[in-house]
């Protein structure tokens, strides 16, 4: 297992990419041209899997999970799809992507070198509650106030709220992405603005979404496009999408205080069920949470899982659930259309890069084997 410090932009990744494997086949290029890269490994048996990490660019672990298997081999007896990273120009985050915009070398460690330097390089088109947006070649860069306003919040909702509701924002936003700072968990040695950027993007109608919410809509950038075209022609039968969450912050005191150990991962399965889910999906996210446990990773449990949610109707399990009625389309519930088993694994940020990497590898495997056993 391995965590590879010297990647630091999605171009670190295609060159690591094809280091280890002739025959990665590249799908579509981001704005920067780094490359969205497929690369099949296991065996030759039908149907197909497909493992993706990277959409979401902060959430480096998924990305680092399938990396490993590329370096270090995976053993599945199916024809095994891996997207190691589906966001390479964001995994650069928000100083790269300054500098890519720019064309000139920034210089940012802390918000008021961030607001100095989108001053001098770039035109403010909108000035907010707490936040400052300014636009270079195409590209948002949201200055925030951090003292006042968690940016977090900002980019899951309340930017969106505000693009409904005004024409003239709306037109500023409609077709751009969207650089936030990003609030927490990096890995220990990373700051806000160095890597693995909090991006969000905007379609005509004025929707601000992360880029794992858009996956029914066509207007959309490469990043989405180019991975929903690779899966309606491979039609996979297992997919599985890795991120990470901060659940953690989402627990109330009351239930910390519990002595309830939190847990260190949890899974999420389409609410909209996959035709075979009693069959087959069920059985393999169990045995996903099992083979975790056993190798001493604990998953959330029900009550964690209800409290964090917090949705009024309940649909929780032991390690994963199946609700998740928030706005758009992401890949896991668009891709029940052909997957008999379509799971997104949570690892909680909070922990070392080193263990978040090793629980995704851990699930993966588990799947693999599981699904083998029903297929
Ligand atoms: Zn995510």
């Not at 171009?11 to 780094?34: L, Y």
């Not at 099949?40 to 680092?64: D, M, T, V, Y």
């Not at 929903?228 to 997919?239: Q, S």
């Not at 969450?245 to 399965?269: A, D, V, Y």
Request: overall charge negative.
């Amino acid at each position: 297992m391995s965590y590879y410090t010297d990647l630091k932009t999605g171009h670190d990744i295609a060159s690591f990419v094809r280091r280890q494997v002739k025959s990665a086949e590249e799908i579509a290029t981001t704005v920067d041209g780094s490359p969205i890269q497929v690369v099949k490994l296991g065996g030759g048996r039908k149907p197909a899997i497909l493992l993706k990490a990277g959409n979401h660019s902060s959430e480096i672990a998924g990305i680092h999970a399938l990396l490993t298997f590329l370096a270090e081999g995976l053993q599945s007896p199916f024809e095994t799809h891996i997207i190691p990273c589906g966001s390479p120009f964001d995994f650069g985050g928000y100083r790269f992507a300054l500098e890519w915009a720019s064309e000139t070398k920034v210089h940012i460690e802390d918000d008021e070198q961030c607001l100095a330097e989108l001053t001098r390089l770039g035109r403010k088109v909108y000035e907010g509650e707490h936040f400052i947006l300014f636009e270079v070649r195409n590209t948002l860069f949201t200055w925030v106030d951090r003292k006042k306003l968690d940016s977090r919040r900002l980019f899951y909702g309340q930017l969106d709220t505000l693009t409904l509701r005004d024409p003239e924002l709306r037109a500023i936003l409609s077709g751009k992405r969207i650089f936030f700072p990003n609030e927490l968990y990096y890995p220990e040695d990373y700051g806000s603005y160095d890597q693995a950027g909090l991006v969000g993007w905007t379609s005509p109608d004025g929707y601000v979404s992360n880029l794992n919410r858009l996956y029914d809509r066509y207007d959309v950038p490469p990043e989405l496009w180019s991975i929903r075209d690779y899966c309606e022609r491979l039609k996979p039968a297992m997919v599985i999408d890795l991120h990470e969450s901060c659940i953690n912050t989402r627990i109330p005191e009351k239930l910390k205080r519990s002595g309830e150990q939190l847990g260190n991962h949890f899974l999420i399965l389409p609410p909209v069920h996959a035709p075979s889910y009693e069959a087959i999906e069920t059985p393999v996210a169990e045995a996903m949470v099992a083979a975790t446990g056993n190798a001493g990773f604990d998953c959330f449990t029900l009550s964690q899982l209800e409290a964090a949610w917090g949705y009024p109707d309940t649909d929780y399990f032991h390690g994963y659930l199946r609700k998740d009625v928030r706005d758009g389309m992401p890949f896991y519930r668009w891709a029940i259309r052909f997957a008999d088993v379509s799971i997104t694994t949570e690892t909680s940020m909070d922990m070392p890069i080193e263990k978040r990497v090793m629980i995704h590898i851990t699930l993966v495997n588990a799947a693999i084997e599981a699904f083998s056993r029903f297929l």
